[in-house]
């Protein structure tokens, strides 16, 4: 494995426009990202994803830390780093609003130093790709906003850099559109081989595009995992069971003495018991309690629990012992 982006220790506060009150909107962020990982930055809104975004591109200096890309330090070597990185940050940027679609794509070429003779094949592939070959000769600011993204990511591809950096590549545009740059965005991943930085605060689009994620809060990293053992680690213990009569108050009483986190509802033909069970053991003595009475179980199923859920408990704090021992 090659680490292809290094972030060390960043921190980078803004001054408030009135007062000296600082706010440290990114504090002591450290991650690293290997090549041809598409790796999410996520978290709710004003938790510092752009600002970290911001650094890795060189737009924002960090107020202290150090950033490399592939191994060269932003700091010493701004240019050859940068080099390697194209970003589409939020509000579609990097595009000329007076250009048509094809224009933008030739300017930014050329801005990259390369002819058009030498992208005109790529650039076919890209409006293909992007479904805007009927749109090529359409101006930008005529375009909606979905296709503004899709464009700003095709111009950010054109310039063939390994490591691609998108801020909220899914914000403000219609699902449709979303649904399609997420499949262009997997298509990249999958087939060239190019490493994703991406920030979003819709823990389904993560869920849906990410191998790992950063889940930053008030600018400082609280979960570095896979997505996967993060859905398995809150997964795995939920369980939805459904009783074939109600519970005594003798087993209500014990059920109440072993576990502290469940719900239970009995106002209803089948009597329902929803429970997080801190060990997956812990299952053998919820069913002793059961045969106390001889109640019958119908059905027993592992609740299926999104990443929505998951991001909530660990910004709320919850389990966060248990997260911090499995990494
Ligand atoms: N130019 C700025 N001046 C002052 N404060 C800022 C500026 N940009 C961002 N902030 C503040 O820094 C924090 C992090 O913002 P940001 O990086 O944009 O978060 P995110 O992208 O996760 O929503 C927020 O509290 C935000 O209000
Ligand atoms: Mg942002």
Redesign the pocket.
């Known amino acids: 494995m090659e680490t292809i982006v290094d972030v060390n220790h960043l921190n980078k506060s803004?001054?408030?426009?009135r007062g000296k009150e600082h706010?440290q909107?990114?504090n002591d962020v450290s991650f690293k990202v290997q090549k041809g990982e598409i790796l999410g930055?996520l978290?709710?809104?004003?938790?510092?994803?752009?600002?970290?975004?911001?650094m890795i591109c060189g737009l924002l200096i960090p107020d202290s830390g150090s950033i490399s890309i592939k191994g060269m330090d932003l700091s010493k070597n701004k240019l050859q780093g940068l080099q390697h990185i194209s970003a589409v940050l939020?509000g579609n940027r990097n595009l000329y609003w007076r250009l048509t679609v094809r224009e933008n794509l030739e300017y930014f070429a050329g801005n990259r130093g390369k002819s058009r003779k030498e992208v005109y094949g790529r650039i076919e592939e890209l409006l293909e790709q992007f479904n805007l070959k009927g749109k090529e000769h359409e101006l930008v600011n005529r375009l909606s906003r979905g296709m503004q993204q899709k464009l700003a990511i095709a111009v950010a591809l054109l310039a063939d850099s390994e490591v691609i950096l998108l801020?909220?590549p899914t914000l403000g545009i219609d699902i449709e559109t979303g649904y399609e740059v997420r499949q262009i965005l997997r298509d990249i991943v999958e087939k060239s081989n190019r490493t994703i930085i991406l920030?979003s605060?819709d823990m389904d689009v993560i869920q849906d595009l990410c191998d790992r994620t950063v889940i930053?809060n008030h600018?400082q990293i609280v979960v570095d995992d896979k997505v996967e053992n993060l859905m398995r680690l809150f997964a795995v213990r939920s369980y939805t069971i459904t009783l074939g009569q109600p519970l005594t108050d003798q087993q209500e009483i014990l059920l109440q003495q072993e576990f502290s986190h469940y719900q239970y509802s009995a106002d209803r033909i089948e009597p329902i018991l929803e429970i997080d069970l801190a060990k997956s053991e812990n299952i053998y003595k919820l069913f002793d309690i059961f045969k106390k009475e001889n109640t019958p179980v119908e059905t027993i199923d592992r609740s299926t629990i999104n990443f929505e859920q998951v991001f909530m408990k660990i910004v709320k704090g919850e389990n966060g012992h248990e997260l911090a021992s499995s990494s």
Do not use: C
């Open positions: 803004y001054k408030m426009r706010i909107a990114v930055l978290g709710p809104n004003g938790a510092g994803k752009t600002t970290t975004i911001k939020e801020d909220e920030s605060h930053i600018g």
